[in-house]
């Protein structure tokens, strides 16, 4: 068999993914990939992810690596490092900057697993991100 594209590979899975994880999942390539990086594209990716993985704990992994590279980056050039008033390299941002992409690929995971396991998918079994609940059935 021929390897298909990401995109056609989307659109061919037995389960098709929901445009939320589509969309997650392309912002987060994106911004691994771009040769530009601006702290605040995080928020970019923040309302898709929301959308695709409705679950506190994950959301709040992936957050607090964004916050630490967040913080790194600003402490760096307030000059509040060491290295800022040096010019040496900042151990803090070397450090910062691994851990960003280890937790978008984590959040990448967990999207990629729910449309290959849509059974642990928390928009398709109805939890909200307020109460991880079920939804209240509609009266109809």
Same mark, same amino acid.
């Given at each position: *068999?021929? =390897?298909r594209?990401?995109?056609?590979r989307g659109?061919t899975w @037995?389960?098709?993914p929901?445009?939320?994880?589509?969309g %997650?999942l =392309? +912002?987060a390539?994106?911004r691994? %990939?771009?040769?530009?990086?601006?702290? /605040?594209? +995080?928020?970019? &990716?923040?309302p898709v992810?929301?959308?695709a $993985?409705?679950?506190?704990?994950? &959301?709040r992994?992936? /957050? @607090?690596c !964004? &916050?630490f590279?967040?913080?790194s980056v600003?402490f760096?050039l307030g000059?509040f490092t @060491?290295s800022? *008033?040096s010019? @040496?390299?900042? #151990?803090l941002?070397?450090v910062?900057i691994?851990? $960003?992409v280890?937790? !978008?690929l984590? &959040?990448?995971f967990?999207? *990629?697993?729910?449309?290959?396991?849509?059974?642990?998918? #928390?928009?398709?079994?109805? !939890? *909200?991100? +307020?109460?991880?609940?079920?939804?209240p059935?509609?009266a109809g």
């Open positions: *068999t021929r =390897s594209g990401g995109w056609v659109l @037995a389960v098709r929901g445009r939320a994880q589509v %997650c =392309s +912002v390539a994106f691994l %990939c771009d040769k530009v990086d601006c702290p /605040q594209c +995080v928020l970019w &990716l923040l992810a929301v959308l $993985r409705p679950r506190w704990r994950d &959301l992994i992936w /957050q @607090a !964004e &916050l590279y967040f913080a600003w760096y000059g @060491a800022a *008033t010019g @040496a390299t900042d #151990p941002y070397l910062a691994p851990v $960003r280890i937790g !978008e984590y &959040l990448m967990l999207v *990629t697993r729910d449309i290959l396991d849509p059974s642990g998918d #928390p928009v398709r079994n109805g !939890e *909200t991100l +307020v109460g991880l609940g079920k939804t059935a509609r």
